[in-house]
């Protein structure tokens, strides 16, 4: 299996970025996939998910801003960020599968997002 990202980089705050994170090896169609992110000197936390079924769950500080989708003819997920804010900053990997779906876990490699002045 095989996850990579990209899109990550330095935007002001208000600005916008475009996360992508392109799968292989696994059944994608049947593969719910997630955004993480870690904040400097905090946990991880759930950003959104898009489950295979179709459904969607965003946290609260993300809806409204940060918005996940999927396009399965490409194996890809995306994180449309948007009215970035300082305390977006941080790393954000993109999880494939949930540990319903699969007892190995499945992450890519991480890309920093940071929005400063």
């Known amino acids: 299996v095989q996850i990579v990202e990209s899109g990550g980089g330095t935007v002001q705050p208000g600005g916008s970025l475009r996360l992508s994170c392109v799968v292989s090896g696994l059944t994608f169609q049947s593969t719910s996939m997630s955004w993480y992110r870690q904040a400097p000197g905090k946990g991880l936390e759930l950003v959104a998910t898009?489950?295979?079924?179709?459904?969607?769950y965003h946290a609260d500080f993300a809806k409204g801003r940060l918005t996940i989708s999927r396009d399965n003819s490409k194996n890809a997920a995306y994180l449309q960020m948007d009215s970035l804010k300082p305390e977006d900053t941080a790393v954000y990997s993109c999880?494939?599968?949930?540990?319903?779906?699969?007892?190995?876990?499945?992450w890519g490699q991480g890309t920093q997002v940071t929005v400063s002045s």
């Open positions: 999880r494939a599968g949930l540990a319903s779906e699969y007892s190995e876990e499945y």
């Open positions: 898009f489950y295979k079924t179709g459904g969607r």
